[in-house]
């Protein structure tokens, strides 16, 4: 979340041409993966350790829910103060509700947690828009964290992004509608929401 009031179009095109330089690693089934180096033993072995059990279970943490990525929540976190957190499991339609308040110049991180089932996902990525509320069509951030690729597990998985900088200043005070994407290398939508926070002079308890 730099600052809203500059001029982002340079970060935007290294942005895209970034993006536009990536090629992602063709796709592996569990089998697949655990086929190559059969010949390194203690390879092999560790390999199974990681995907082992996704092998042999194909596992499933929600069978009535057919994704193959469950998006579960997404945190502000602010060191020395508790987490800030939406539920993405209800209705998203409500989460702009529930605005965070944000101190300006405060270092923070977003983390999101959520569930890989039945195979392996490749190349989740986070894209982050954030738009001034009363400034329409305008986009005054915009962030893409490569997130990576995760196996099955019974277990929540997380990724948090590197720290930022909230903007400060008089200017920079105001409320912020932000876009959230959980997507992939090919451009599955594993969960699109949209959420709200305001940049005050102080928090607000």
């Known amino acids: 979340m730099s600052d809203p009031t ?5 970060a935007l095109e290294e942005e895209l041409e970034v993006e536009s330089n990536y090629k992602p690693p063709p796709e592996k089934t569990i089998e697949q993966i655990l086929e190559t180096d059969k010949e390194d033993e203690s390879l092999r072995k560790y390999k ?18 057919p994704r193959q990525v469950i998006v579960k929540k997404l945190a502000l976190c602010v060191a020395d103060r508790p987490d800030m957190e939406l539920d993405l499991t209800g209705d998203l339609a409500q989460l702009k509700k529930q605005t965070f308040v944000i101190k300006e110049g405060v270092s ?17 990525k986070y894209v982050q828009k954030t738009y001034r509320l009363g400034v329409p069509g305008v986009t005054v951030d915009k962030m893409t964290h490569m997130v990576g690729s995760y196996p099955p597990k019974t277990e929540l998985q ?16 105001g409320s912020y509608s932000v876009s959230s994407l959980f997507t992939d290398d090919d451009k599955h939508e594993h969960l699109k929401w949209e959420w709200a926070f305001e940049i005050k002079k102080d928090w607000k308890e």
Do not use: C, N, W
């Open 6 to 10: 500059g001029d982002h179009v340079d």
């Open 158 to 173: 997380s990724y948090t992004t590197p720290a930022e900088d909230a903007p400060a200043g008089v200017m920079a005070r």
């Open 108 to 124: 923070y991180r977003i983390r999101i947690d959520f569930i890989v089932q039945r195979e392996i996902v490749h190349g989740l």
């Open 48 to 65: 199974e350790t990681l995907l082992g059990e996704a092998k042999a279970g194909g596992i499933v943490v929600d069978p009535s829910d």
